[in-house]
């Protein structure tokens, strides 16, 4: 069966395997849609019709596409920690230069091959306007008109969040989704944050090491260095700067390579 996202992205976790495959083809659809369409123009009908699902099953899953990409991120992740680990065990030996580059070169493979990645890959894209304003919204099925997806694919009640960290309060009168929730809000862990812990424990794991707060810090420094470097390889080529990621890559050996020796 296909691991299933985190229940928190979730409005419903499916337990049979049918279910479960529904809800990898919704998440595939999504994948495929960001790339041809990109976030603003996403919609959950577009994605229903791709997935060859009724619209109530997408719903039945999530509240709106935001919660939607949530769900992609948090799937991206773990599949990205289950590649990092395959890499990891690969390796003739343990080293710490050798596992930066199975932790670098595993985003890189990803970034470049996986549908949607580039727009979603850990974490949502903040939405259209002015980020942690009350009512932005998004994206274009705020307007497009009533739905009542429990009714036409007969699931039963509303579930709870529709993501991780996200609180839905509720959805506007004639809009098939609710505005946005705020970016940042309380609860909700960073994105960047939950990429350092996995990558802390599989690299503390395969490296002998005690995952403890001074190790984790490290770690993160290293993703957010590493996150903000990426971004611009990625703006100046589609596909990587050469060069950038190159400095990326010296930068995390000189970095993190001392503390996990």
Known sequence: MEPVPQPSSLRRTPVQQRSAERLARILDACAELLDETGYEDLSTRAVAVRAGVPIGSVYR?????????????????DRYAERVAARLAALPRPGAYAAIDAVLDEYLAMKRTVPGFGLVDFGVPAPAGSPGEPGASDGPEA????????????????????????????????????????????????????????????????????????????VLVGVEA???????????????DPALVAETRALLHAYLAPVLA
């Open 226 to 240: 590493t996150d903000a470097l990426l971004q611009l390889a990625f703006r100046t080529h589609p596909s990587g």
């Open 143 to 218: 307007s497009e008109g009533p739905e009542n997806p429990e009714v036409s694919d007969g699931a039963g009640g509303r579930g709870g969040p529709g993501g991780p960290g996200v609180s839905v309060a509720g959805e506007a009168p004639g809009a098939s989704e609710p505005a946005d929730p705020l970016p940042g809000h309380p609860g909700e862990q960073h994105p960047n944050h939950r990429v350092a812990d996995r990558l802390c424990e599989l690299l503390a794991t395969h490296l002998g090491r005690t995952p403890d707060t001074a190790l984790r810090r490290k």
């Open 61 to 77: 899953f999530f509240s709106n596409k935001r919660a939607m990409a949530a769900a992609l991120a948090h799937r991206n992740l």
